[in-house]
């Protein structure tokens, strides 16, 4: 089955306790992205990996750290979370001009 | 840059009626158009899609029809469920430049009351 997973899928930490959310795909995709989303916004892309080692901000990169060492993984990095980056998280791959698949989410709260 | 307006939530519809979302966009090029679903606490699930003018995206009776000339892709349902109540966001791709960013709408909550 096509699967995009993630996790934890809620997690709530303080300010300044570093954390990774995991992400993984396997389909075989490229192209994975990191989403956040937020009441009265919508999503927004905060970053993209092209493949292996190939990684570029989004539009709302601050604060954020990816890696791409594997395929089918795409962990999200918050060095150092803040209040305002509390917010549901969404992980998604896709190949080229293909229908993009989003994991299931992680809820965020930073205090 | 792009850009998506997407109907103001939140709806409230009574089973059996006609639904509509409006949804509106601004792109260079020729982007592709798309709906997504989101159920409670789940993630977003594509409902359906349209990659060129005149295109009519369909699926679970729903249905969008890509508007060049309006630059719309309206969402419509002629006898909505209980089991319809989700957010829906309108949202757009311009594929080929590297980037698969999909630019999404605000989102609309819809709520269908038995």
């Known amino acids: 089955e096509a699967q995009v997973t993630q996790n934890p899928r809620y997690l709530i930490t303080v300010t300044g306790k570093k954390l990774t959310v995991t992400c993984s795909q396997n389909?075989?995709?490229?192209?994975m992205s990191w989403y956040r989303q937020d009441p009265g916004l919508g999503l927004r892309q905060i970053y993209y990996?092209?493949?292996?080692?190939?990684?570029d901000k989004g539009d709302v990169p601050e604060g954020y750290k990816v890696s791409r060492k594997e395929k089918r993984n795409f962990p999200l990095i918050l060095e150092s979370p803040s209040p305002n980056q509390t917010s549901l998280y969404f992980c998604?791959?896709?190949?080229?001009?293909?229908?993009?698949?989003f994991g299931p989410g992680t809820r965020l709260l930073v205090l | 840059g792009n850009s998506v307006t997407q109907m103001e939530g939140p709806v409230t519809l009574s089973e059996e009626a006609f639904l509509t979302i409006n949804c509106t966009y601004t792109?260079?090029?020729?982007?592709?158009l798309f709906w997504y679903v989101q159920y409670p606490g789940e993630g977003l699930q594509l409902l359906l899609k349209?990659?060129?003018?005149?295109d009519k995206g369909s699926n679970k009776g729903f249905e969008a029809t890509y508007r060049k000339e309006t630059t719309s892709f309206h969402l419509e349902k002629g006898s909505v469920q209980v089991s319809d109540s989700a957010v829906y966001f309108c949202?757009?791709?311009?594929?080929?430049?590297?980037?698969?960013?999909?630019?999404f709408g605000t989102g609309t909550r819809l709520t269908i009351i038995p």
């Open positions: 990996s092209m493949n292996v080692e190939v990684t």
């Open positions: 792109a260079t090029g020729y982007p592709s």
């Open positions: 949202a757009l791709r311009r594929s080929g430049f590297g980037n698969e960013k999909l630019t």
């Open positions: 389909m075989n995709h490229e192209y």
């Open positions: 349209a990659t060129k003018a005149d």
């Open positions: 998604a791959s896709t190949g080229t001009g293909e229908t993009q698949y």
